[in-house]
């Protein structure tokens, strides 16, 4: 069965430094790992996937095998980034999308 | 404007007594699916379809029917609800399958009492 955990169910870090959530996975294939963030009074939108390996809003992931984590990254917080974060995990063969429980962060000013 | 659209938004009802939950989405995507938002519990799966009459189980089905009969719809069945069905609920459409990009409605908060 394909599982995701994410740790923290809430983390506050002060604008400018670093910020890392969170998201490790079980799954016995070939994982499709995504990140997902619903802002206040917004939809839960897409925010990257480990497949296009791109940055988006400033934030990273690198998905690690060995470790079989996906953890998300920003160098310097913003106040925008306060929201909710999903970690979710996709399933080639049967199509299921598993979410991981939310990490709610909150950038302090 | 591209969207998915959900009603009603907000619901009271009292156990038992049959409802429907309506997702429409105007896309052309052939997969949707259901979850429930639950705290502590995050977003589950409920149910999903890849495409005009082929629907599967998610995570968790029980007490949930769905149908998809015509490819922008896809409703959500509460045949008798029950208090443990309170939660907020949220349809999510994307292009084929469950790795593309997922494209959430507003939600729909339902409470059984």
């Known amino acids: 069965a394909q599982r995701v955990t994410q740790p923290e169910k809430l983390l506050s870090v002060f604008k400018g430094a670093p910020v890392e959530l969170k998201c490790n996975y079980s799954y016995s294939g070939s994982p499709e790992l995504f990140w997902y963030v619903q802002y206040s009074r917004q939809r839960l939108q897409l925010l990257l996937r480990?497949?296009s390996r791109e940055s988006i809003k400033g934030f990273t992931a690198d998905l690690n095998k060995g470790e079989t984590s996906f953890h998300l990254k920003k160098p310097f917080a913003q106040e925008e980034d306060s929201a909710m974060y999903y970690c979710a995990l996709g399933n080639f063969g049967n199509e299921k999308l598993t979410f991981g429980t939310g990490t709610r962060l909150t950038i302090i000013p | 404007e591209a969207q998915v659209t959900q009603n009603p938004r907000y619901l009271i009802t009292v156990t038992g007594k049959k409802l429907t939950v309506t997702c429409s989405q105007n896309?052309?995507?052939?997969?949707m699916s259901w979850y429930r938002q639950d705290p502590g519990l995050g977003l589950r799966q409920i149910y999903y379809s890849m495409n005009v009459e082929v629907t599967d189980k998610g995570d968790v089905p029980e007490g949930y029917k769905v149908s998809r009969k015509e490819k922008r719809n896809f409703p959500l069945i509460l045949e008798s609800p029950s208090p443990n069905q309170t939660s907020l609920y949220f349809c999510?459409?994307?292009?084929?399958?469950?790795?593309?990009?997922?494209?959430f409605g507003p939600g729909t908060r339902l409470t059984v009492l």
């Open positions: 999510a459409s994307s292009l084929r399958l469950a790795y593309n990009e997922q494209f």
């Open positions: 896309m052309n995507h052939e997969y």
């Open positions: 480990h497949i």
